[in-house]
Every structure is written in C-alpha cells, then in structure tokens.
C-alpha cells in the first residue's frame, strides 16, 4: 500500500484569474504535469487551505489572507488524482461558517474525501478509510481559524465545526478609518497592490502560537480531546496519521509549541505526523518509530505574491510517498521534489524539478535548479545534501549518505 501526502494547495488571484474560461474556471493546466507521479499511489492526501465557494458568497481571492475558490478547483484537484484533503486549517474560515459548509458539499459533490471540519457534532472527528485491507485513521487539526483576518469568531458554541488544538480568540475591533482603509486597498487593481505591499514588509515567524500556550493549563483541554479521538480511531484502525496544521510562516527551524503538539501527540502512539502550514519545506524524523514532517512545502502556491518571503524556497514543495509492507511497519519512503512555476504570460503551473531541468536550455537556469533542488532536500533530510537532480530520491538512503 502506498499513501501519498502532498503540501498546502492555495489559489492566489492570479491563478484563479488565468484559470477563467467562457464557461467558468479550468485549473487541469495547473496540476497535469505532475498526475502522473500518483500514478503508483492508492491514496493521495493534501491539505485545502481555502474555501471553496462560488461568487455568489463573496468575491473570489483577491485578498492576501482571505481565499475564495471556484469549485472547479476540487474537480480538477480530483483528476490530478487527489483523493483526500485536510480542511482544518487557518484559512477554513475566511468565507465564514456558510464557505466552511460549501466547501464540504463540493468536496462530496466531486467524490473527495475529506476531515477536519464537520458540519454537525455528531459526526465522526477524523475519517477511517480502507486500502488494500488495511484501515488508516485520518485525523486533521489547526492551530487557528484566523479571526482577526476574517472576523469570524469561534466560540463553545460553534466550534465542534473544526479540529482544534486551542481556544480561539475573539476577533480584533479595528478602527473604522483602519477598517476602511484596508478594503479600499483591495479593491485597488493588482498591479497598484502589488506596488504599495512591498512598503510593509512581512517578516518569518518562528511559531504562530506564543510559547505561554504551552504552560496554559486550563487550555489543555483540547489537548485532552485530541488524546480521546485518537484513543478512539484506535479503536477501528491499523494506522493513524495525524495531519496538524501549526508551525510558523516561511521559517527554516520548529518553534516550540509545535514541538509541543507534536510531543504530545506522539505520546499518543499514532503512526505518522504530517504538519503544513509554514509554505516552506522543514526537516522530517522518526520518533519513536513514528514518522513525522514538520512541513512538506507548498504543492500549489503562485510564486511571488500575496504575503510572501523570498530566500526559502516557498516555491518548491515535497511530494512523500509512504509504502507500507503490513499493517504496522513502513516498509519504504520516497519522494519527489515539485517547483511552481509562473510563466511570462502569468500562466502557473506544478512540475517537478526533473522533468524542469530537463527542459531548461540555459546552463546557468540548470545550475540554480541544481543548488535549489539540493537545498530543499538538505531541508527535508535535515542535513546537507549533494545529489543529482532525479525523479524519485529514497528517503532512508539519503538518511543514511
């Protein structure tokens, strides 16, 4: 059985502008250059960090921090051969409880599986699917849901909607003149955007979660109901993955309190972690004979726009292959490496860095893809890497050079 794990799939304004059609949107030119390396996978996950709603609720992506996609999205996702998406995740909420529900009923529409976020209490808090025989338990939680961005808050009285690892505060009271002046600001043409962004610097974080979150006693309480819904996919299951959404934005090391989540989930004896969020690829480890990815990168994400860090290859994304040989041991680890490309006619698309080396013509572009390529692997094995620029690289044989 092979399980593949993918990084964050987001649509910027500019993808879902050049996806436009006479007919709606087509996203198939952004993900078809890379459908077949699923080819050999029997379940493919990533992570949905937006809502997937049509105009109707709102306007489409044209904020840095607030998504919007069209639902043609998850139907070519869907014959990329994405079979399951996480949906816990900070941006879940950017179109209110209303996206968060469509984003469901399109998921099931197309035939995607997905957990994280539910649309009443009663349902089941992670998804169990059958492969091959065996049963895997997919959990899937965020650190947040953005309410100060989106202005949704989220209290005891709705959040049995998503998977939280942590009580959410209210959202920020912004002054009018504030308020205003930043719908304005999105209203302007991109391209006046674009020119007025770079005046306010973004900067990399660490952690999004203070470390104070992790001596607060009295909010551990979702820590304790994380333990009881993994005690509970134990029941049912032969393997558990934990999908956790936490980490910081555009880092290159582990802040603490995700360390701590992970530590505690750990403890819990699941059987693989696997974090996004942090749009960059981050170092992956065993502990206690259970694998864990503290970031995976981006799968699809426009390059160069939006709140965005040159220097850590936030462009590049991994592509992990997990086999396993029975229900309780890994039996192999492979994985390839993916760079998202914007063309001179704004087009986007993913392709991985083999097929690109082998179509660029300039010694120099080849060269810089070499150095990129080894430093995004020097990242995920956690220590310095020189290798030649291949389709599949092997996990443990890298660990071990």
């Known amino acids: 059985m092979r399980i593949t794990f993918t990084g964050d799939l987001l649509a910027y304004h500019n993808l879902i502008k050049k996806s436009r059609t006479k007919n709606g949107f087509d996203f198939s030119n952004v993900f078809k250059r890379v459908k077949y390396l699923f080819n050999s996978s ?29 639902h043609e999205f998850a139907r070519d996702a869907k014959d990329c051969g994405f079979d399951m998406f996480t949906t816990a995740n900070n941006h879940c909420m950017d179109f209110g409880m209303d996206g968060l529900i469509n984003t469901i009923d399109i998921l099931d529409r197309y035939g995607v599986d997905h957990t994280g976020t539910f649309k009443t209490s009663e349902e089941p808090r992670f998804l169990i699917k059958s492969i091959n025989g065996i049963r895997i338990a997919f959990i899937s939680f965020t650190y ?8 949704y808050e989220i209290n005891n009285n709705n959040d049995f909607h998503i998977n939280l690892t942590r009580k959410q505060a209210p959202p920020i009271k ?7 002046a930043l719908k304005f600001l999105y209203q302007l043409p991109l391209k006046i955007q674009n020119k007025i962004h770079p005046l306010y610097p973004d900067y990399s974080y660490l952690d999004c979660v203070s470390n104070d979150e992790i001596n607060h006693t009295k909010k551990h309480k979702y820590l304790e109901k994380i333990k009881d819904i993994i005690g509970t996919a134990k029941l049912d299951s032969d ?27 750990s ?5 693989i972690i696997i974090t ?50 029975d229900q309780s041991s890994i039996e192999d680890i492979k994985f390839n490496v993916i760079k998202n490309i914007k063309t001179k006619n704004g087009k986007e698309f993913v392709i991985s860095t083999y097929d690109l080396y082998e179509k660029l ?27 030649n620029i291949s389709l599949e690289y092997d996990y443990f044989k890298l660990m071990k050079s």
Not at 42 to 60: A, H, I, Q
Not at 174 to 180: P, V, W
Not at 267 to 271: A, K, L, S, T
Not at 370 to 382: E, H, K, P, Q, T
Request: proline content about 4%; overall charge negative.
């Open 42 to 70: 029997d379940y493919v996950v990533g992570n949905l960090e937006m809502p997937l709603c049509d105009n109707k609720r709102g306007p489409f992506t044209k904020m840095d921090m607030l998504f919007n996609t069209p």
């Open 144 to 151: 947040s849901t953005n309410p100060n961005v989106n202005g």
């Open 174 to 180: 912004r002054s009018f003149i504030k308020n205003n």
């Open 239 to 265: 393997i558990i993955v934990f999908c956790l959404h936490s980490g910081g934005q555009y880092n290159s090391s582990i802040g603490d309190y995700t360390k701590f989540l992970i530590n505690e989930i």
């Open 267 to 271: 403890n819990c004896g699941v059987d």
């Open 276 to 325: 996004n969020h942090p749009h960059c690829v981050l170092h992956s480890k065993f502990i206690n004979n259970q694998f864990v990815s503290y970031s995976l990168g981006n799968f699809c994400f426009t390059p160069n726009e939006g709140y965005y860090i040159d220097g850590v290859f936030s462009d590049y994304g991994i592509i992990l292959h997990i086999d396993f040989e």
């Open 361 to 387: 013509i300039s010694d120099e572009h080849k060269n810089q893809l070499y150095l990129d390529n080894c430093a995004v692997i020097s990242r995920f094995i956690g220590k310095k890497i020189e290798t």
